[in-house]
Each structure stands twice: as C-alpha cells, then as structure tokens.
C-alpha cells in the first residue's frame, strides 16, 4: 500500500513563490503517472498540473500554465510542484495523486492514490 505526502504549503504574499513536495512511500511509485491537484473552499477539486512516468511529458491546467513546473526526482520517489507568480486564486489545499497510465481526462475519480493535502494561502 503507497503513500502520498505533501509538504511546502503555507501563506505566501501575491507574487511570490512556492515549491510543493510530494513524497511516496511504502512502494514505488517509478513509471506511475503523478499529478497535483487542488480544492478551493466550496469549489471541486480541479487537476493542476501531471507528469508522466519517465519524467518526459508534462501537463498543466491554463491556470497555472506558464507559472508552474511539476518535476520528479525517481531517486527520491518525490515529486515537486513548483509555482511561481502566485495569485489569490491559487488558495487551496493542494493534493499529490497518483496512477498508472499519462493522457486523456484527469479526472479526480481517475486516480488510484492520494496524499492528504497540504494548505497554500496567497494572501496580503
């Protein structure tokens, strides 16, 4: 049984900068598809950004697209969601997900693991 840990939410000004963590455990998850995402008070959770297997592709919602990196270190069984530039917008609890195949919908029920979440706050 895998698990999911994020680190490195918290407040942060607009503007500013943040580099979440996802850390696995319990197994390998080398050659799954890991994807961030995240859910605002009274609003569903929306897909932010995924990364495939290898590293090789990657995919970003437009509202963080051209602000954000996902990135993954195999080695460290960790995935980084670096944002950049953020918005108020951005406040949410941010979820580090997990599955076995890259591409078509990713729809939260798609997903086979979840983290537990971490806060992120853009606010003055």
């Known amino acids: 049984q895998g698990q999911l840990v994020e680190s490195g939410g918290g407040l942060e000004q607009p503007g500013g900068s943040l580099r979440l963590s996802c850390a696995a455990s319990g197994r390998t998850f080398s050659g799954y598809t890991m994807a961030w995402f995240r859910q605002a008070p009274g609003k569903e959770r929306e897909f932010v950004a995924a990364i495939s297997g290898n590293g090789g592709s990657t995919y970003y919602a437009d509202s963080v697209k051209g602000r954000s990196t996902i990135s993954r270190d195999s080695a460290k069984n960790t995935v980084y969601l670096q944002m950049n530039s953020l918005k108020p917008a951005d406040t949410a609890v941010y979820y580090c997900?997990?599955?076995?195949?890259?591409?078509?919908?990713?729809?939260?029920?798609?997903?086979?693991?979840w983290g537990k979440g971490t806060l992120v706050t853009v606010s003055s």
């Open positions: 997900a997990a599955r076995t195949y890259y591409g078509g919908s990713y729809n939260p029920t798609s997903m086979g693991y």
